[in-house]
């Protein structure tokens, strides 16, 4: 069994930060890429920002320049810092990962639960 648990939503103004975090537990072999996708109502799914094990990153266009990825492999677990918040940044936040569980000899996607996000102006 594994788990991706995010913490570190709620609701901040425009221009504020928050910082988002992810930690995955369970029989964990080892972990690849780690990121984070948002989907706000109405629309679908986006990239926000991925991690890979040795450290390379990947932004979504909007969010370059404000967003923060990094990761602490020894806690498996991932971190999102968002600042200069805007209200367009509105939307459930989902944490996402390629596990490798023990006893597997390949890696499967994982989703958090999602963790909601809110801008106000």
């Known amino acids: 069994q594994v788990q991706l648990v995010e913490s570190g939503g709620g609701l901040v103004q425009a221009g504020g930060s928050l910082r988002l975090s992810c930690a995955a537990s369970?029989?964990?072999?080892?972990?690849?890429?780690m990121g984070w996708y948002r989907q706000a109502p109405g629309k679908q799914r986006e990239l926000v920002a991925t991690?890979?094990?040795?450290?390379?990153?990947k932004y979504g266009d909007s969010v370059k320049g404000r967003f923060t990825i990094s990761r602490d492999n020894a806690k498996n677990t991932v971190y999102l810092q968002m600042n200069s918040l805007k209200p367009e940044d509105t939307a459930v936040y989902y944490c996402?990962?390629?596990?490798?569980?023990?006893?597997?000899?390949?890696?499967?996607?994982?989703w958090g639960q999602g963790t909601q996000v809110t801008v106000s102006s």
């Open positions: 996402n990962a390629a596990i490798r569980k023990i006893g597997e000899f390949y890696a499967a996607p994982y």
């Open positions: 991690i890979t094990s040795g450290g390379s990153t």
């Open positions: 369970g029989s964990i072999r080892s972990i690849n890429t």
